[in-house]
């Protein structure tokens, strides 16, 4: 099967998300370019609002959403849920245990030498656990880390090709800690079969990935499936696919179980594609779309990393996402976790969790410690949350265009706060800031500046390939050397807001911003694109 390349309107997209950031292609260019807006004739027309009627979106608010944006319930679902919440995500931590090696697709994305790329990054293998021993795992995890609050299963294959072990695994830890949320993600083939027995263990929050609407673009990702005993290929197999994986979705949505969709972003194959995904996922009712970059590179030994096929640059992704504002509600906090990950997202704490350490642990699972705990973290997202409310307030008017948008990156290590070193960095947190609000909008991985004390100068120019759409960095601190090299790629260094929480920085930063803009002192520029780091992550990386 051949690679397509990129057509007129994709080039169009990117043309767009390479011209500035203040002119990304929003839905409104969209729809003026084409019918990519138009809704599936067999679908029912959306409508707005944060109802939670028949197959229709929850909340029309976001993941950034707060309890006044949708219903209670929907609210009690999320709220610690860092996946679900990007808020959440800030503070809460989620884990996976690998107990499902099997899949029944083949994706063009996927090695199977690897996790499940539909909802992990290539380049890591999983430690694969027997329900028991994941459970153990589980209980583990939970008395160490008591801000845990979700047990994800996805993989290392998909979760719903091995179903016995996944639902022995939730059903054991559903009787031994029942505070855990269950989460589970799939690829969404044997998914109508099992949507039952996913509701008698209370499995609030499943993930389908869903790359198509339209089998013939899905016979370009997906080469066979296994159906009904035998392999079934090309157009018929994406089909096939195609109508298990909206029945599933429409049966989750009817019983009232969260969903989110995790779309691969493929240039060139299915970009210009994703805004008719997103609506017909909207109009079954997803909670959530997570638009996720390819990460495709030979050494995977995937059929497109050996293709040449690529994965899309940062600005292309946020074009495409901006673009589907308005449908089903973004996620863009998504870090493409392993199937064995632990803790926050974006960092990777597996290592201190292999069965020989639990071995050697003292587990005790104390349900009042959990507690107590996560209502000191209530209050610290609360503090946060009151935080960025008094920052908007204070924003001011200027003789500056209100339309201005920036970027800026933020070195943190948890907590909702500006409080890493530029040189410890191995992820820095990416907000829109404008006048009207700090948007998380993506994160990009780095390799360490720092390594034991001195700064690897080589390292510098792939940090700044990595933000280099952004207009200032926020850092806890931050050498000579690198400070010089930002400016010199017209990036401000910051390191005024030290332990002050992100979005009250980054919107302070920017009201300096505008009022230099207005004395005259700097002229506002728009910036470049940046690169979305390909290689093979690790654990540590
Ligand atoms: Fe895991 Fe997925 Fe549940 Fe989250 S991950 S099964 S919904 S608990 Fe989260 Fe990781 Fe992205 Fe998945 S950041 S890859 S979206
Ligand atoms: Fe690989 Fe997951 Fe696709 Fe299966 S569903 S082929 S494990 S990426």
Redesign the pocket.
């Known amino acids: 099967m051949g690679i397509t390349r990129p057509n007129a309107r994709v080039k169009k997209i990117k043309e767009s998300a390479m011209q500035a950031a203040a002119s990304y292609i929003n839905i409104a260019d969209l729809k003026s370019s084409g019918n990519a807006l138009a809704a599936p004739a067999d679908l029912p027309a959306t409508g707005g609002g944060c109802g939670t009627h028949g197959g229709e979106g929850k909340a029309s608010c976001g993941t950034s959403g707060g309890p006044d944006d949708m219903p209670q319930e929907i609210w009690d679902k999320v709220k610690n849920?860092?996946?679900?919440s990007e808020e959440a995500?800030h503070h809460y931590a989620?884990?996976?245990v690998a107990v499902a090696p099997a899949c029944n697709i083949q994706c063009n994305y996927c090695n199977r030498k690897y996790d499940c790329s539909n909802?992990?990054?290539p380049g890591v293998v999983s430690q694969k656990l027997t329900p028991e021993q994941a459970v153990k795992k589980v209980l583990a995890v939970a008395s160490e880390i008591p801000q845990m609050t979700?047990?994800?299963?996805?993989g290392p294959g998909d979760?719903l090709a091995s179903p016995k072990k996944t639902f022995e695994t939730f059903r054991m830890l559903q009787e031994q800690a029942p505070d855990i949320k269950l989460?589970?993600?799939t690829n969404g083939l044997a998914l109508p079969d099992l949507v039952d027995e996913i509701c008698k263990y209370n499995i609030d929050?499943v993930?389908i990935t869903i790359n198509m609407v339209d089998p013939e673009i899905g016979a370009k990702i997906y080469p066979w499936i296994f159906w009904d005993h035998k392999r079934v290929t090309g157009v018929e197999a994406a089909r096939i696919l195609h109508e298990q994986q909206m029945k599933g979705l429409e049966m989750l949505t009817a019983r009232g179980v969260l969903t989110?969709i995790?779309s691969v972003l493929i240039p060139g194959v299915n970009d210009e594609h994703m805004i008719e995904v997103n609506k017909a996922v909207k109009a079954r009712g997803a909670f959530l779309h997570?638009i996720?970059p390819l990460i495709s590179e030979p050494e995977h030994g995937t059929y497109f990393g050996l293709n040449g096929q690529r994965g899309p640059s940062a600005q292309e992704l946020k074009a495409v996402q901006d673009a589907c504002m308005g449908g089903a509600n973004l996620?863009r906090?998504?870090?493409?976790?392993r199937a064995d990950?632990v803790g926050l997202?974006g960092e990777d704490r597996s290592e201190e969790f292999t069965l020989d350490k639990i071995e050697e642990m003292e587990v005790v699972y104390d349900l009042d410690r959990r507690r107590s705990y996560q209502d000191k973290v209530e209050t610290e997202r609360q503090a946060q949350h009151a935080a960025k409310v008094e920052a908007l307030a204070s924003q001011g008017e200027l003789e500056v265009d209100d339309s201005i948008k920036v970027l800026v990156a933020v070195a943190t290590k948890g907590g909702g706060r500006v409080n890493e070193h530029f040189g410890h960095v191995t992820e820095f947190q990416v907000f829109e800031v404008s006048a009207a609000e700090a948007l998380f909008v993506g994160h990009r991985r780095v390799d360490q500046y720092c390594q034991g004390g001195f700064g690897e100068d080589e390292q510098l120019p792939s940090v700044v390939r990595a933000i280099n759409d952004c207009h200032a960095v926020l850092v806890a601190k931050i050498g000579a050397c690198p400070r010089d090299e930002l400016k010199g790629a017209g990036i401000e260094p910051v390191d005024a807001y030290v332990d002050e929480f992100i979005e009250k920085a980054a919107l302070s930063w920017f009201a300096d911003y505008r009022k230099r803009i207005a004395s005259g002192e700097i002229e506002h520029q728009a910036r470049g694109d940046a690169s979305i780091r390909q290689g093979a992550y690790t654990a540590a990386a």
């Open positions: 849920h860092p996946c679900y995500h989620r884990m996976h909802e992990s990054r979700v047990l994800g299963i996805a979760s989460c589970l993600s929050h993930t989110k995790n997570n996720m996620m906090h998504c870090r493409q976790c990950a997202l």
